[in-house]
T-cell receptor, first 115, second 113 residues
Framework: KQEVTQIPAALSVPEGENLVLNCSFT??????LQWFRQDPGKGLTSLLL?????REQTSGRLNASLDKSSGRSTLYIAASQPGDSATYLC??????????????FGTGTKLQVIP | DAGVIQSPRHEVTEMGQEVTLRCKPI?????LFWYRQTMMRGLELLIY????????DSGMPEDRFSAKMPNASFSTLKIQPSEPRDSAVYFC???????????FGPGTRLTVT
C-alpha cells in the first residue's frame, strides 16, 4: 500500500526566502506525481504534474523534482511571497495498468510566508 | 470553462437529516471523483465514476452514503441519515482520461449538529 508523507506539517518563513517542501512515498512504482495548493476554505489547485519519466517540472517561481529511486519529490519555491501562504499537497498515481489507479495524497505542508 | 462547480458551499444540518451535495464536472471530462477531507484523515476518495458509471465505491464509509451520476454534467452525493461524524469538507473533482491531472471544485463544508 502506497504511503505518502510530507514533512514538516507546517513551515513559517520570511518573505523573499527560497524554500523547499518535501514529499516522500513508499512505493516507487508510480506513474506521475502532482503538487497541489490549497487555500483556506478553498479547493485544491494543481500546480505541477511530473510524469515518472521526468526529473523535474517548472512553472514560474515553482520547480518540482522527482527521484523515484529514493521515493522523493521536492517543490522549490523561489523568492517566496505572502501570497504563497497556503497548504501544499503532493499526490501520487501508481503505475498505470489499465483503468483508474487510485491516487494517494499526502497530508500536506502548511506554509506561512511572513511579510 | 468555469471549472468544477459544487453546491452548496456550506451546509449546516441536524443529525438525522438528509443531505445532498451537488457537482458539475468540467465539460468533456469522463472521470468524476468524490473526496472527503478531515483534519484527522486528510483526503479520502469516496467513489469515482467513469462515463457516468460508478466504478469503485469502496471508499464510501457506510450505507448511509450514496452517489449518482445521471448524466455527464451532474452528480450527487447523498447522506441519509446524517451524523455529526460526517462533518467534513466534501470535494468533487474531474479529469479527462486516467491517470491524468485532476481538477477540484471549491468543496462543500458540511456541519452536522
Amino acid at each position: 500500500k502506497q504511503e505518502v508523507t510530507q514533512i514538516p506539517a507546517a513551515l513559517s518563513v520570511p518573505e523573499g526566502e527560497n524554500l523547499v517542501l518535501n514529499c516522500s512515498f513508499t512505493d516507487s512504482a508510480i506513474y506521475n506525481l502532482q503538487w497541489f495548493r490549497q487555500d483556506p476554505g478553498k479547493g485544491l489547485t494543481s500546480l505541477l504534474l511530473i510524469q515518472s519519466s521526468q526529473r523535474e517540472q517548472t512553472s514560474g517561481r515553482l520547480n518540482a523534482s522527482l527521484d523515484k529511486s529514493s521515493g522523493r519529490s521536492t517543490l522549490y519555491i523561489a523568492a517566496s511571497q505572502p501570497g504563497d501562504s497556503a497548504t501544499y499537497l503532493c499526490a501520487v498515481s501508481p503505475r498505470y495498468s489499465g483503468g483508474y489507479q487510485k491516487v494517494t495524497f499526502g497530508t500536506g505542508t502548511k506554509l506561512q510566508v511572513i511579510p | 470553462d468555469a471549472g468544477v462547480i459544487q453546491s452548496p458551499r456550506h451546509e449546516v444540518t441536524e443529525m438525522g437529516q438528509e443531505v445532498t451535495l451537488r457537482c458539475k464536472p468540467i465539460s468533456g471530462h469522463d472521470y468524476l471523483f468524490w473526496y472527503r477531507q478531515t483534519m484527522m484523515r486528510g483526503l479520502e476518495l469516496l467513489i469515482y465514476f467513469n462515463n457516468n458509471v460508478p466504478i469503485d465505491d469502496s471508499g464510501m464509509p457506510e450505507d448511509r452514503f450514496s452517489a449518482k451520476m445521471p448524466n455527464a454534467s451532474f452528480s450527487t452525493l447523498k447522506i441519509q441519515p446524517s451524523e455529526p461524524r460526517d462533518s467534513a469538507v466534501y470535494f468533487c473533482a474531474s479529469s479527462l482520461g486516467t491517470p491524468s491531472e485532476q481538477y477540484f471544485g471549491p468543496g462543500t463544508r458540511l456541519t452536522v449538529t
